[in-house]
């Protein structure tokens, strides 16, 4: 059996016409569906969904007009074209018809091949009208598919580009400061040693020599030897604690920077939020314009979870420098004594969940945002900050790096004037 040509809905009141019309379209291959009145036509439209529709003007009950208004009224017929048949010939009915989306008039008493021609003509251009809007929503969703593509591929190229920089940078610097504190810490047990034996030195000859001359007394005065004695084991036990803050710092710029595999591995979530938070140290600490910003930190027994430990760490460098601008944001206008009555303050919590995941929350008392830069949160190039000052790529990038890369979920909650909190959940195991 051939393919129907088209769907046609046929209104008349009149028997005799709606014969020729059925006839007509249907010896065309047409398939044709008729009704006597607008209340049957529009009854008949909720389960039959023609091409075109074939509408008398002059009918019992609601007219031609009347039933059209309440077609093109109708969001899922609105679209159907419509021909009216009437024996109307003034030009104020036609334009009254094109006005409530008549798309042409056939005249009664009308011509079968005229009929037919006016038919086929607008079937055609509805169908092809339909194939246009399909191929345009085809393509459209092709250049939204491929537009998703590139964008996931600029912020996977910013991402490697800008970790790759930064960890050359950073392990470069950890490289050439361990250099010299390895030379520091090396010399400095063998100069305690030397000052010890200085020392035991001096109390021989204090004891071989107990009146020494006037010019020793004098110098030995001078300098306070007893204080020399007492503050100078003090002052290597600085050196060595100066020392290690420095390896304590490098470590951490060590573990920051820690290149990524092509497969995860272990890690320890801890160490990465201590790292970030010790590289970001600058901004926390107390300056002439507000007191520290308070780190708190709530840890559970956390056990080493699979991951890309640099990719994780950009994410809390971050959340954590957002939540620092944050803090400034809300601070300014205030004076040193407002600040430090409602201190700023960061806290991180982790936890274990039984469903072998891990929690983080950074949760801030920072400026906050509203609900409608909270939904847009996440978008690639969306930033509060003005120009210059931030590419709207951070956000994005961390979102990825969360959903995408570790299987995770990044959420966030805020309100104006009441500070931001991020909730990120990953799974223990990878995926």
Do not use: W
């Not at 909720?46 to 075109?52: A, G, H, I, K, V």
């Not at 002059?58 to 009216?84: H, L, V, Y």
């Not at 890690?267 to 910003?293: C, Q, V, W, Y």
């Not at 969360?402 to 995770?408: L, M, P």
């Amino acid at each position: 059996m051939a393919l129907a040509k088209g769907k046609i809905l046929a209104v008349d009141d009149t028997p005799a016409n709606l014969e020729v019309i059925e006839e007509t379209l249907s010896d065309a291959g047409y398939d044709v569906a008729t009704a006597i009145d607008g209340e049957r036509a529009i009854k008949r439209l909720t389960t039959y969904q023609p091409d075109l529709i074939l509408l008398d003007i002059q009918m019992p009950g609601i007219d031609g007009f009347e039933t059209c208004s309440r077609i093109k009224s109708n969001p899922k017929t609105a679209k159907i074209p419509i021909i009216f048949i009437t024996a109307f010939t003034d030009l104020d009915n036609k334009v009254k018809g094109f006005s409530l989306g008549g798309v042409d008039y056939i005249t009664k008493p009308f011509q079968a091949l005229e009929m037919l021609a006016r038919v086929e003509t607008h079937v055609q251009l509805t169908q092809l009208n339909q194939n246009l809007e399909q191929a345009v929503a085809s393509r459209t969703y092709e250049l939204d598919l491929a537009l998703k593509k590139l964008r996931n591929s600029q912020l996977q190229l910013v991402q490697s580009e800008k970790m790759s920089t930064l960890g050359n940078l950073v392990s470069g610097v950890a490289h050439e400061i361990n250099n010299p504190v390895g030379f520091l810490k090396g010399n400095l047990k063998p100069a305690q040693r030397y000052i010890q034996d200085l020392l035991s030195l001096i109390d021989v000859y204090q004891a071989q020599y107990p009146q020494a001359n006037e010019q020793v007394d004098g110098e030995i005065e001078a300098i306070d030897l007893d204080f020399v004695r007492e503050d100078l084991p003090n002052l290597i036990d600085s050196m060595s604690l100066g020392i290690k803050r420095i390896q304590d710092i490098s470590n951490s710029l060590r573990i920051f920077s820690r290149g990524d595999q092509d497969h995860k591995t272990e890690f320890n979530i801890h160490d990465g939020l201590d790292s970030t938070l010790l590289i970001l140290k600058h901004r926390t600490k107390a300056n002439e314009n507000r007191p520290a910003i308070a780190i708190i930190k709530n840890y559970s027994g956390l056990a080493a979870i699979h991951c890309f430990p640099g990719q994780l760490n950009q994410v809390f460098m971050n959340v954590l420098a957002n939540a620092i601008d944050a803090c400034d944001e809300i601070n300014q206008g205030k004076s040193f004594a407002e600040i430090e009555s409602n201190p700023n303050c960061i806290t991180i919590e982790t936890q274990n969940l039984h469903n072998q995941q891990l929690q983080i929350h950074i949760q801030d008392n920072g400026c906050g945002m509203g609900s409608e830069t909270v939904e847009r949160l996440f978008e690639q190039g969306f930033t509060t900050k003005g120009v210059g000052q931030g590419t709207g790529l951070g956000m994005a990038i961390a979102h990825q790096i969360i959903t995408e890369k570790h299987g995770g979920t990044i959420i966030c909650t805020s309100e104006l004037g009441q500070g931001t909190t991020f909730t990120i959940t990953l799974p223990l195991a990878g995926l």
